[in-house]
């Protein structure tokens, strides 16, 4: 019992993030990759602008992928095969060529870097304790009726402890609660809802430990309970129908009937029934008043060795063997909706990561003269998440290493390079040639694109000579730079 106690306070101290009570749409919804502005497309849009060839057509500027709203005005990148780095957003097949800072891009990176972990934790999270027995109980008032009729002992023992876990994991979050055991009389843990505090749980794991498996059952015991649910002068959200599945089939039709009239939500959770008709039953069942439906068996036993206690008359040591009993969805039953959202979800940032990592390390042979200074959007620092908005460390728990590496002059582009980067020019002696447009600027073809450069009769002479406005500075890069600072 007081093991027990101790996994609701060691719970509530969780992550908030990781461990709130919504379902896998509605949590996206706040974490996502789309509400947080680090899906593909936003990505793409912030570090570089798209490649377009031919000419523009006559459309609203709204309407024109050619239109770049950061820049204003419209692109198109005719020559610039190997001047940018270039990523492809793989769903629609547009190709953007990469003009951000690198640093830039460090912090996206780190920012998706820290998505990913919060999905992985979010996937452990459903997948483990009572939420891949029970799914993820989302109301904060709720009936559950215990619908258990094994005569095995072990499936029965199983069945109450699971039920520990989920009064100690999830219904310890709840406000209102009530237990009904449907037998021949039904059992209640109370005539009304009660509300959720440490005496009541205290009293539901003892009230389920005296749960008793050969009670007296009829076929019609489980509807005659969801009929006196309606008796309930406390308003709730839903009923929640735990069965194994075998009592339900005894009486399909009337239990039915019964549940077309029901005023609240019916969410059904199938308890280790392999029939695969039976649980069909059971999931088209809970469709009739808009209700979710989990199914969870034990398909799995995994042995555990472990030696025994040294015998000293045989003088030798014996190994044990145990089984470890794993559950999910029974065979022939897809995955839970809920797991396969946050998947998706998991796979996506985890290939826009390795995106990114390959711009990194192709990012470095950009010119320095392609980086748009100008572009607010393209050359400030990504926007820091706040703490609380993914769900990481909070700054009071952070070591001064992490915390640095957000809010740090480094992190924040404020080191001294950074400040002169944008009254600073390249330093260059001798004849260099000028790029002017090509002549066909609606020729698509790669070949002739190349051969479609042409170049100023003369070339343009660029002696970089300091004048009394001009400070000369070895760059981190040992290049030297011309910075032109005017004094007010």
């Not at 996506?348 to 990561?353: G, M, V």
Request: negative net charge; charged residues 25%; aromatic residues 10%.
């Amino acid at each position: 019992m007081h093991e027990e106690l101790n996994k609701i306070e060691s719970f509530l101290k969780g992550d908030s993030a990781v461990n709130r009570q919504l379902s896998s749409k509605a949590w996206l919804n706040i974490y996502g990759l789309n509400t947080n502005k680090i899906d593909r497309s936003s990505v793409l849009q912030n570090i570089g602008f798209p490649v377009r060839g031919g000419k523009l057509k006559l459309m609203k500027i709204s309407d024109s992928k050619e239109y770049h709203h950061s820049l204003g005005k419209y692109i198109k990148s005719c020559y610039g095969d190997n001047l940018f780095v270039r990523m492809t957003n793989d769903r629609t097949g547009d190709v953007y060529n990469v003009i951000a800072k690198k640093g830039y891009i460090k912090q996206l990176k780190m920012k998706i870097m820290q998505a990913v972990d919060l999905y992985r934790n979010r996937l452990t999270w459903l997948t483990s304790g009572s939420r891949s027995i029970f799914g993820v109980i989302q109301e904060r008032s709720a009936v559950f009726l215990l619908d258990i009729k094994t005569q095995s002992l072990e499936i029965f023992s199983n069945f109450v402890n699971s039920l520990g876990y989920l009064i100690s994991e999830q219904v310890a979050n709840m406000m209102m609660v009530n237990m009904i055991r449907c037998q021949d009389e039904p059992y209640f843990f109370s005539e009304e809802l009660v509300s959720v505090d440490t005496s009541t749980l205290k009293n539901l794991l003892e009230w389920i430990n005296k749960l008793e498996r050969l009670s007296p059952f009829s076929s019609n015991c489980t509807t005659d309970c969801i009929l006196r649910i309606g008796q309930f002068k406390k308003s709730f959200e839903s009923v929640y129908l735990i069965t194994e599945g075998e009592s339900t089939m005894t009486s399909p039709q009337l239990l039915e009937n019964i549940v077309k009239n029901m005023k609240h939500p019916l969410h059904i959770v199938s308890y280790c029934c392999e029939d695969m008709k039976t649980i069909d039953y059971l999931h088209n069942l809970c469709t009739y008043t808009g209700g979710r439906f989990h199914a969870y068996c034990i398909n799995t036993h995994i042995p555990l060795y472990s030696p025994s206690c040294w015998d000293v008359e045989q003088f030798q040591q014996t190994i044990r063997v145990n089984k470890v009993e794993c559950g999910g969805p029974p065979k022939g039953w897809g995955q839970h909706e809920d797991c396969v959202l946050i998947f998706e979800e998991l796979e996506e940032a985890r290939s826009l990561l390795q995106r990114i990592e390959e711009v990194l390390h192709d990012v470095d042979r950009i010119p320095d003269e392609v980086l748009k200074d100008s572009n607010s959007e393209c050359s400030q620092p990504a926007p820091i998440t706040s703490s609380c908005e993914f769900g990481w460390k909070r700054e009071e728990y952070m070591s001064s290493k992490e915390w640095l590496s957000i809010y740090g002059l480094k992190a924040q582009h404020l080191d001294f390079y950074d400040l002169l980067v944008s009254v600073s020019f390249k330093h260059c002696d001798g004849v260099v040639n000028v790029l002017k447009p090509p002549l066909n600027v609606s020729n698509n073809d790669a070949m002739e694109r190349e051969c479609n450069k042409i170049y100023d009769d003369f070339g343009k002479s660029n002696h970089s000579e300091p004048n009394s406005n001009d400070s000369s500075q070895i760059w981190s890069s040992s290049a030297v730079r011309h910075n032109n600072i005017t004094y007010c």
